[in-house]
């Protein structure tokens, strides 16, 4: 099972919004309602913000959106703040093999 | 507050065992419906999920590492671990625990194993 593709990087200016594409295969993104999203800080763990295509954890800020079509899901980002500048990742369920696949990551600069 | 906390050797040996424990706090492995995973991430890339393990003990593996991997539980303890076999430079990456595989949304900090002689 090959990674998912995100773009390398992504950049924007503080207040405006910036969109992460991830894309699949019908065997993954395209085929279930299962894919995540996940920022990660230097050093630090990745955090979940987005899980099941469009779904908020409790805390992550409306800032923060995911959205699918066909098999590309993409995260936008929403009134950029400084802090917002991290590396992205999106994951989805794999299932003809029943298993997690990340895509290789973003690295936003704002 | 769900807490994870990975802990094992920080080196070891090529062809050797990689042996990694998950204590978890705040919460208990065998309430609630979750999967309890094993995620790499080698330096400069991104996430690899290594495999999970379900309340029932049940198991999924990723196919890039089924031939060497074991994900056990131990509720007694409130621990799941990680065993990876053969290993090689290859393994050398940060390892984290998480709480769910797609939802993961506990982590721990991650422990950094190298793979060298």
């Known amino acids: 099972q090959s990674a998912l593709t995100q773009p390398p990087s992504a950049s924007g200016s503080p207040g405006q919004s910036v969109t992460i594409s991830c894309t699949g295969t019908s065997d993954d993104v395209g085929g279930f309602e299962h894919v995540s999203w996940y920022q990660q800080h230097p050093g630090k763990a990745p955090k979940l913000i987005i899980y099941d295509v469009n779904k908020r954890p409790f805390g992550v800020p409306d800032r923060f959106s995911g959205s699918k079509s066909g098999n590309t899901a993409s995260l936008t980002v929403s009134g950029l703040q400084a802090d917002d500048e991290a590396d992205y990742y999106c994951?989805?369920?794999?299932?003809?093999?029943?298993?997690?696949?990340f895509g290789g990551g973003t690295t936003l600069t704002v | 507050q769900v807490q994870l906390q990975e802990s094992g050797p920080g080196l070891v040996k090529p062809s050797q065992t990689l042996s990694l424990t998950c204590t978890v706090s705040?919460?208990?492995?065998?309430?609630?419906?979750?999967?309890w995973s094993w995620i790499r991430q080698p330096a400069g890339k991104g996430p690899e999920w290594i495999g999970r393990?379900?309340?029932?003990?049940?198991?999924d593996y990723n196919p890039s590492f089924k031939t060497r991997v074991t994900i056990s539980v131990d509720t007694s303890k409130n621990q799941f671990s990680l065993m990876l076999t053969s290993v090689t430079a290859a393994d050398t990456a940060v390892y984290y625990c998480?709480?769910?595989?797609?939802?993961?949304?506990?982590w721990g900090r991650g422990t950094r194993v190298t793979v060298s002689s």
């Open positions: 994951n989805s369920y794999a299932g003809s093999n029943n298993i997690v696949i």
């Open positions: 393990i379900y309340t029932d003990g049940s198991t």
């Open positions: 705040g919460g208990f492995i065998s309430s609630g419906d979750y999967y």
């Open positions: 998480t709480r769910g595989s797609l939802r993961a949304d506990y």
